[in-house]
């Protein structure tokens, strides 16, 4: 119902092919029906339906679904099929949705510290003898911030050579698909169990060590750093968190990695993982409409072709082009801060973000754009809206150096779009976020500028806005 990236509809029907063949090899009696099939009803329900006239079976027992969607049509397979149905608990997450609800129930706001803190006790992960965190802090964030130095890179994540299997796949998308988004090959994704292992041994033995220090670099050209690459392993089920957190609590205990890269990974897998998940859940069906700042402006034409002067967008857009992959910092602090700033219309990112990224599944996407990226639960989620200027791009990247925008200038035509959209964002929601009080002081600088400068601000915030050409029908959705 999205017109997913070329790469990441790859990946997932790789990933299930060589797993239906692996239940085979075990002596599993597998009925698998693949998307060419003449008989192919084209829907989940309609399947199942034509699995039970074809089996007859006593029972029917499925796997919650990660979408609200998906949950709600199995939620009605009891009343449709002639046998008992039983939806089984995803064992791919640690948090029960009871346990998220009961950690819910009360507050105002859902904040992810405390809710990571039970996951914590509950993991005994980095916790000691007496119950207190390794170290004496929960947290390490405040060393995780360092600004790229000169001449940064990372050794190469590993990437894995498509086999027979694959290749069928690979064909099949390019024949059937023409029209997605990305690029289609080189693919080079984890489809096997195996080989998301060999990824995660590779990250732990090349990257962990300064992924904690540079989580929130960002290096032109460097496209993933230091970051895992594990999270489209992860989120299709082919690695699971707990090994994943354990192995990397083991490098710690053996001097291999430090503890606030191996407290970082941590924290991004039990933590931010978990409370998306639980939030999604929690939210829903509402969270999908969210739009509490009111922001209607059409995604921009350049988020689907990268073809803009903004060197970090640009930069961006590329690896999301070519990889199906952006790190976190990339969609939140360019991508999404750029959405943000410039009001794009949420249902618009939020399709964006699902159709791109090969980890993009609605309960981890949904929450991270309508709740962190575009605050447009309205607080919800994040404390805070995560606008900045282009001070933040030039400090954490390299980036701006030769970007045909000058980051120190901030209005006028050669400004940095960055700057003057900053400004006119906190001035648009001003009645919304003046009595937040984490981002409330901002308006007494507003204010100090005077009415000619703030004039300059909107001016050239809005010249800029008058230049964007509307994304055309049909890259996310079928017009």
Not at 64 to 87: D, L, N, T
Not at 156 to 165: C, E, N
Not at 401 to 422: E, H, I, M, W
Request: hydrophobic share 40%; charged share 25%.
């Amino acid at each position: 119902y999205v017109k997913h990236h070329k790469q990441k509809i790859v990946l997932i029907f790789s990933a299930m092919r060589h797993f239906a063949e692996e239940l085979r090899a075990k002596g599993w009696q597998v009925d698998y029906v693949m998307l060419d099939d003449p008989e192919n009803t084209g829907s989940f329900t309609g399947e199942v339906a034509r699995a039970v006239e074809r089996h007859a079976p006593s029972a029917i027992r499925v796997t919650e679904s990660g979408e609200w969607r998906v949950s709600q049509a199995m939620e009605e397979w009891e009343g449709r099929f002639p046998c008992p149905v039983s939806i089984l608990p995803d064992t791919r997450f640690i948090a029960t949705h009871a346990e998220f609800r009961a950690f819910a129930e009360g507050r105002k706001h859902l904040t992810m510290e405390y809710f990571y803190r039970e996951m914590r006790r509950k993991t005994g992960l980095l916790m000691r003898p007496d119950g207190r965190p390794e170290g004496g802090e929960w947290n390490y964030d405040a060393e995780n911030r360092e600004p790229p130095k000169a001449g940064l890179k990372a050794p190469p994540a590993p990437k894995f050579a498509p086999d027979a299997i694959t290749q069928e796949v690979i064909a099949l998308v390019g024949q059937r698909f023409p029209d997605h988004f990305g690029d289609l090959e080189p693919f080079g994704w984890p489809v096997t169990r195996a080989e998301a292992l060999e990824a995660a041994e590779a990250f732990f033995a090349r990257r962990l060590e300064k992924f904690g220090p540079y989580q929130d670099a960002m290096v032109h050209g460097e496209d993933d750093l230091y970051h895992s690459m594990l999270s489209t392993s992860l989120n299709c089920g082919l690695l699971d968190p707990l090994e994943l957190c354990r192995a990397a609590e083991d490098a710690y205990k053996k001097g291999t990695a430090p503890l606030n890269s191996v407290e970082g990974f941590i924290r991004q897998i039990i933590g931010w993982r978990e409370y998306v998940r639980g939030f999604y859940w929690h939210q829903m069906p509402g969270l999908a409409a969210a739009n509490e700042l009111g922001a209607h402006r059409p995604l921009p034409e350049f988020f689907w072709t990268g073809e803009t002067d903004m060197r970090c967008l640009a930069d961006c857009i590329r690896t999301t082009r070519e990889d199906a992959h952006a790190h976190h910092i990339q969609r939140l602090m360019v991508l999404g801060n750029f959405c943000l700033i410039a009001g794009i219309d949420p249902q618009a990112v939020a399709d964006w973000y699902l159709v791109v990224y090969a980890d993009a599944y609605e309960w981890v996407e949904l929450p991270n754009v309508a709740g962190m990226i575009l605050y447009a639960d309205g607080g919800r989620l994040a404390t805070k809206p995560y606008a900045a200027s282009g001070n933040y791009i030039n400090k954490m990247s390299d980036y701006c150096g030769k970007c045909r925008y000058k980051v120190s200038q901030k209005t006028g035509p050669d400004a940095c779009p960055f700057n003057p959209l900053y400004w006119h964002f906190m001035d648009a929601n001003r009645a919304r976020l003046e009595s937040n009080h984490r981002i409330g002081r901002i308006y007494a600088t507003w204010d100090r500028m005077g009415e000619a400068k703030q004039r300059e601000y909107l001016k050239s915030a809005e010249t800029f806005l008058a230049t964007l050409e509307p994304a055309r029908e049909g890259w996310a959705r079928d017009a």
